[in-house]
């Protein structure tokens, strides 16, 4: 701007010369329009320098306060978003873990009751065969005491008739228990 005026005043002085012929007074008033903008100029550069440029730095400043506080608002954010995220995948591994944990457990207890069934199955079937046995060995044992009794009973019968004499229960005994040991050794033999 300043050198605009000057160009001004520098236009004005050679208009002024070729006028009045360049004599020296016409110059001498010439200098009083650039002197009155020089001070306007340094008048107006002072005042805004003491009002405005104030204003004006207290403005950015504060715009920059409020940039930085932004930043650093959208730093504390996705520093919180980061540890929300490693949250959520630790609680994601951990659910992973527990969940084949459980499935192991399950696996493992299925395994146990299916043993402990077999188990349980063996030991009745073992009783059952232990019992039936009993049961057999106790119907055979019956079955051939009856048997040596009728035997007996016939053998007296017939020894009565060829001997033709009675034969008294203390002989019927007597023939039965021979009877019974005797059989008794044929099988431990």
Not at 154 to 175: H, Y
């Amino acid at each position: 701007m300043m050198f605009w005026l000057l160009a001004q005043d520098e236009h004005a002085a050679e208009a002024a010369h070729a006028v009045t012929g360049g004599h020296a007074d016409v110059m001498a008033m010439n200098w009083l329009p650039g002197v009155t903008t020089l001070v306007v100029f340094l008048l107006a550069v002072g005042f805004l320098a003491w009002k405005v440029w104030p204003l004006i730095l207290k403005g950015l400043d504060e715009r920059e306060r409020k940039i930085r506080e932004t930043l650093a608002q959208a730093d504390a954010a996705r520093a919180r978003a980061e540890e929300a995220l490693a949250q959520y995948e630790e609680s994601l591994t951990r659910a992973r873990k527990e969940a084949g944990e459980m499935i192991a457990r399950a696996r493992a207890d299925a395994k146990a009751a299916g043993e402990e069934f077999r188990r349980r199955n063996e030991a009745e079937l073992t009783e059952l065969k232990q019992r039936a046995t009993r049961e057999i060995d106790a119907a055979r044992l019956t079955a051939v005491a009856e048997l040596h009794a009728e035997a007996t009973s016939l053998a007296a019968t017939i020894a009565g008739k060829i001997l033709e004499r009675e034969i008294t229960a203390d002989d019927q005994r007597r023939l039965l228990d021979e009877t019974l040991s005797e059989l008794s050794r044929m099988q431990e033999v």
